[in-house]
Structures are given as structure tokens and as C-alpha cells.
């Protein structure tokens, strides 16, 4: 087998994966009291991570780069400054352009949050091991990120008119590429400075819109996205990448505590990402606390 279906493989994969890495760290939507996981609202630095209670999120997303992802979201366990939590993934991507079968991604997050103080902003840090696989190929390595700014809508001013804070994260990814059928190593994959930021986002007016969750009640918040992957270094060539910029409108709805639909805008196609489920998980008894 040539190298250039796998090289091909490694960059759809790398884009995937920085599209799901950064996300974990960048998703700005942890609920406070929600409907949606029945978990009463509690102070502590757990107070605003994405389910108090453990969570499965289901979502959707159509346009250049089409996905389906499965998120899990454990019960988090909570220390005197910070928060720590997993998150397991289940994704189907592909790139259009490619027009092949889907990339087939499960991601192992671990997630701690250190909430905000007068003095420094919030972070969030994240240590991920990545198993994906494609038509020819097989990608197993780790991702590391660390994102600070606004991540949390709940709690936020929401007013028409507010301009909330922004955010930066940088990632990095090391994996080695293998053979699909012989399981024979191929090459390396990394990206050391992945980076995603955010600019200051906008609040809109407070609408009823259709999800896929039914209508609701829900606020739009706009804002500039800025991805870039930056030299990767594919098997034995660096590709120099170009930023991408979107233009971003997350639907923020409240009763849920969560982002139900996103609006993506991205040389001048859209993408729009449709959160279609989040259940609790069942049994869950709330923030824990970790370990002596």
C-alpha cells in the first residue's frame, strides 16, 4: 500500500480530532440547575461543570465535515480548588471532499476545571487517549489540552445586547499511524501547537426556536472562531496549514442549561451541529468527593 492514502487518512483524522479535542476543552455550556439532568445546583469548584449528575449526549452535525458524537460524561469527583471529571467519546466523521466511509473515533477524556478567581480566569485541561481508524488506516495516540476565558454560559449576564468574555485553547496531538489490515506501523503523526480562540461573543435576543429536542426558549450568542492546526508533521512531510475562521451562533436554551444548536459559518457554507439527546445517567448521586 502507497503512503499517500494513509497520509490522507492522517490529515482527515487530524482535523477530526482537533474538531472533537478542542471541543471537549471549548464547549462553553455547563448547566447550573437543569431539567435535563434533575442534579440540584451546589457550590464548589464542581459547580459548573457540564452535568453535575453524569450525563450521555447525543449530537449530530451535517455540512463539510459531517459527525456524529457520542459523549459520556462521568460523575465528577471535586477537590478544594478543582474539578475532575471523564468524558468518553464515540465518533463518526468524515470529510465530504474525501467521499469515503467514516472516520471511526473513540477518545478517552480526562477533564479537571479550576474555576475562576478574582485574579486569573478559568481553566480547563484536558489529557486524552485517541483510538481512530479509517478505510486504510489506524491512528493511537494521545491529545493534550489547556483552554482559559469564558466557558460557562449559566451564570453569565445573557441580557439582548451583553458582550461576554473570550476564550483560547492550545492542544497538541502525537500519534502513530498503522495499517489498517497488516497492523504494520506506518509513520507519526503531530501536531505540537494546535490552537482555537475565541473572540468576544455577542448576546442576542431571547427566541423560541425548533431543536431537535423539540421548541424552546433559547438565547443566541454570536462570535468568531479562529482554529489553526499549525505545522503538522505527517509521516515524513510537514504540512503547513492556513487558519480556519467561523462565524459562530450557539442557541443557549436555559431550561436545559445547554447548547442545543450551533450555526457555523465557514466560507460562506454553513454547518449546523443539533444536540438530540442528553439523558442522565442513572444512579448518579451528584458531585463526589475525591479520594483521600
Known sequence: MGTRRPFALACAVATSLLAVAIHACAEPSPPRASGATGTPLRG???ATVWFPGGARVQMESDGAMPMSRTGIQSPPTETATTCHTTVKIHSKSALAALMGPPIITEQDDQITITPSTPTSPARIDGHAVVNASG???????????????????????????????????????SFTIYARDSGEEIGKL????????????????????????????CVPITYERRTWTGPLQILDETVNTEPHVMHVTDWYCPSEGFVLRTDIVEDGKTQRIDTTEVTPLSGAQGVLGAPD
Do not use: N, W
Open 190 to 217: 503531530y501536531a505540537p501547537h494546535a490552537t482555537l480562540s475565541v473572540s468576544g461573543r455577542q448576546v442576542g435576543r431571547r427566541q423560541t426556536i425548533a431543536t431537535a429536542m423539540g421548541r424552546k426558549q
Open 135 to 173: 478505510r486504510y488506516g489506524r491512528l493511537y495516540g494521545t491529545t493534550s489540552s489547556r483552554g482559559e476565558g469564558v466557558f460557562d454560559y449559566a451564570g453569565q449576564d445573557l441580557r439582548e445586547g451583553a458582550t461576554l468574555g473570550s476564550e483560547f485553547v492550545e492542544s497538541s496531538l
Open 44 to 46: 464548589g469548584p464542581c
